[in-house]
């Protein structure tokens, strides 16, 4: 079978191309990409190449298909896998694969490692490295975009797991959020944020008292509100405060005040110094600071208090990324209804993922979101309305993402999937 893929070749040399796919193993299996979420690792991949420790040294020869947060349907299911797969199923991918004989060892990745396997193509093998892992992973949910989302939403997931507390005469880790406890996420209404906040309040089996949403933007912190309004949350039994620590004297002291004394778990959104700092001071007793962006500079540091650091019991953990099982709840969350489409600012076909892939810091917004059957131009959701004003596709997406308070949502998608033009 034919696919057509975006290949990396070496530094900041991504090809669209068309090729033939191998007739697949007994132990393979052949899938339908159907969309695939760009993420900077893939900027990453792409600007580094073979110096990137997840791609192949020889790449220049065996290129790569990049991508890897990607879901579709299964097509063709080898021999060995018939018992648990089937053609239909739709599926999504953990592609933080450990496998010791793949072509980079314990480092390989679909969408980093493999000439056959990737997110940004029309069809791809995926092998026996990713199915002995169960890594490749049964969606039973709505649509196809929230698949491709299950990787960053089980991000937000594993940083719940690993917060950690303890019992007064104990030194044993009980790990997760304090269930009926004061939570904050300082810088928490970017893309990342408004997952966390998405999950938090739907969760059934743990969640805090009282949320409070930080940041310095008004604006950012009134589309977060009219998102996920605090009325809502409340309904859940979580009150859900957002706060513009921009316009307050003294952002630590208002915090203590609205939390009754400090927080028990606090999440830290920006890679930023002095909110750092902020959330280490507002932490209660036994509190634990999660710090969640992944700053790029090597030597980025903070101050840290160490008297409470010993004498009130704080402490600090950092996250990177979510593991399988956090995949697996990602996924059922969202077959349940978790909608993590607040996510998603910019939708677009096959052909734009090079340049966008290259450019990906220099564009805002959140997540963009590609289809990789069809030919689009790489488009911001909140363009839709102006350039429906001469193209009714556009027309069209406006009207349906205006019933989700311009987000993204399975109907567009389905109407994209069935209009737009083929690659």
């Not at 969408?111 to 049964?138: F, R």
């Not at 750092?276 to 030597?299: M, T, W």
Request: charged share 20%.
């Amino acid at each position: 079978m034919k696919t057509k893929a975006i290949r990396l070749y070496g530094k900041e040399d991504l090809r669209l191309e068309e090729f033939e796919l191998p007739q697949i193993k007994e132990d393979e299996i052949l899938a339908k990409v159907v969309s695939d979420s760009i993420c900077m690792s893939s900027y990453k991949a792409a600007k580094q190449g073979p110096d990137h420790k997840r791609v192949p040294d020889n790449v220049h020869e065996n290129p790569i298909i990049i991508g890897h947060e990607f879901a579709g349907e299964i097509v063709e299911v080898g021999a060995k896998w018939q018992h648990k797969f089937k053609p239909g199923q739709k599926y999504s991918i953990q592609p933080a694969i450990y496998y010791e004989n793949g072509p980079m060892g314990i480092l390989s990745a679909p969408g980093y490692s493999y000439p056959h396997i990737g997110g940004d193509a029309t069809y791809v093998i995926i092998p026996k490295d990713v199915l002995e892992q169960d890594c490749l992973l049964a969606y039973d949910g709505p649509g196809y975009y929230p698949a491709s989302l299950a990787e960053p939403l089980s991000c937000v997931i594993g940083a719940m797991h690993a917060n950690y507390h303890t019992k007064p005469g104990s030194y044993i880790h009980q790990m997760e959020i304090v269930d009926g406890g004061k939570m904050a996420i300082l810088a928490g209404v970017g893309p990342m944020g408004l997952a966390a906040i998405n999950y938090v309040v739907n969760r059934k089996d743990r969640k805090p008292s009282q949320l409070v949403i930080t940041d310095i933007d008004q604006g950012r912190l009134d589309r977060a509100a009219e998102i996920f309004p605090p009325a809502w949350a409340n309904e859940k039994g979580i009150e859900l405060i957002y706060l513009n620590t921009g316009n307050v004297d003294n952002p630590v002291e208002k915090l203590k005040e609205i939390s009754g004394g400090g927080y028990n778990d606090v999440f830290v959104f920006a890679p930023v110094a002095p909110v750092v700092e902020q959330g280490d001071a507002i932490l209660a007793h036994d509190g634990c600071l999660n710090f969640f962006a992944g700053p790029s500079d090597p030597n980025f540091s903070a101050k840290l208090n160490f008297y409470n650091v010993h004498y009130a019991y704080t402490h600090i953990v950092g996250t990177s990324g979510g593991n399988n099982d956090d995949m697996v709840e990602a996924l059922d969350c969202m077959s349940k209804g978790l909608d993590p489409a607040g996510l998603i600012t910019h939708v677009g076909g096959l052909n734009a993922v090079a340049e966008t892939t290259l450019n990906l810091p220099k564009i805002p917004g959140g997540k963009k979101l590609i289809y990789t059957h069809k030919k689009l131009s790489l488009t911001a959701i909140s363009d839709f309305e102006e350039k429906g004003k001469s193209d009714p596709f556009y027309a069209e997406l406006a009207k349906l993402v205006s019933k989700t308070k311009g987000l993204w949502n399975v109907e567009a998608e389905k109407y994209l999937l069935e209009n737009a033009p083929e690659i």
